[in-house]
T-cell receptor
Framework: EDQVTQSPEALRLQEGESSSLNCSYT??????LFWYRQDPGKGPEFLFTLYSAGEEKEKERLKATLTKKESFLHITAPKPEDSATYLCAVQAANYQLIWGAGTKLIIKP | DTEVTQTPKHLVMGMTNKKSLKCEQHMGHRAMYWYKQKAKKPPELMFV???????INESVPSRFSPECPNSSLLNLHLHALQPEDSALYLC????????????FGNGTRLTVT
C-alpha cells in the first residue's frame, strides 16, 4: 500500500538552531515528491518538487533532498517566521497524490 | 499574494441552505481542483477539472457539486450539508501536466450549523 509518513509530528527549535524534517515513503513508482508550507488558516504554499534520488533544491534557509526511500527538509538558522506546518506529498506511478500528515515547526525567538 | 483567489473567506450556513464557493486562477493553468481539509489533517482531494474533463473522488457525497465555467473559474455548489462538512475548502490549480505542483488559494472556512 502506498504510504507517506512525516516525522516528527511537531518540532520546537530556538531561533538559529538548525534541524531537519523527514518524509519517508513507500509508493509504487515515484513520479515526484512535493514540499509545501502551510500557515494557520491559509492554503499550502508550494516550496519544492524533487523527481529523482540525489536531487537537491534550495530556497533561502530551506534545502530539500531526496533518496529512494525518503526526503529531508533541512532548515538552517531558522527564524520565527519559518514557523508553520510543512507538508510532504508524493505522486505515485498511477498519478495519485499521497499526502503526509505534516510536521508542525515552531521557532522560538 | 496568492494567484488563486477564493471567495468567500468565511461562510456559515444552515443544513437546509444552498450556497456556492468560488475560485479564480490567474496563472494560465489548465487544471483546477477542490480539496477539503479538516484541522490538523492533510488536504483530501474532492474533484479535478483537467482540460475540461471532470474527475471525481467517489467518496465525496452528492451534496457537493462542482462546476467549471471556463479554465480560470471553478465553483463548488453546496446543498443540504451536514455539520461534519465543516472544514477549510481549498481550491488549487496546476499546469495540467500530471507531475506539476499544485498552487493553492487561501481557502473558504465553512461552518455548517
Amino acid at each position: 500500500e502506498d504510504q507517506v509518513t512525516q516525522s516528527p509530528e511537531a518540532l520546537r527549535l530556538q531561533e538559529g538552531e538548525s534541524s531537519s524534517l523527514n518524509c519517508s515513503y513507500t509508493v509504487s513508482g515515484l513520479r515526484g515528491l512535493f514540499w509545501y508550507r502551510q500557515d494557520p488558516g491559509k492554503g499550502p504554499e508550494f516550496l519544492f518538487t524533487l523527481y529523482s534520488a540525489g536531487e537537491e533544491k534550495e530556497k533561502e534557509r530551506l534545502k530539500a533532498t531526496l533518496t529512494k526511500k525518503e526526503s529531508f527538509l533541512h532548515i538552517t538558522a531558522p527564524k520565527p517566521e519559518d514557523s508553520a506546518t510543512y507538508l510532504c506529498a508524493v505522486q505515485a506511478a498511477n498519478y495519485q497524490l499521497i499526502w503526509g500528515a505534516g510536521t508542525k515547526l515552531i521557532i522560538k525567538p | 499574494d496568492t494567484e488563486v483567489t477564493q471567495t468567500p473567506k468565511h461562510l456559515v450556513m444552515g443544513m437546509t441552505n444552498k450556497k456556492s464557493l468560488k475560485c479564480e486562477q490567474h496563472m494560465g493553468h489548465r487544471a483546477m481542483y477542490w480539496y477539503k481539509q479538516k484541522a490538523k489533517k492533510p488536504p483530501e482531494l474532492m474533484f479535478v477539472y483537467s482540460y475540461e474533463k471532470l474527475s471525481i473522488n467517489e467518496s465525496v457525497p452528492s451534496r457537493f457539486s462542482p462546476e467549471c465555467p471556463n479554465s480560470s473559474l471553478l465553483n463548488l455548489h453546496l446543498h443540504a450539508l451536514q455539520p461534519e462538512d465543516s472544514a477549510l475548502y481549498l481550491c488549487a490549480s496546476s499546469q495540467g501536466d500530471r507531475d506539476s505542483p499544485l498552487h493553492f488559494g487561501n481557502g473558504t472556512r465553512l461552518t455548517v450549523t
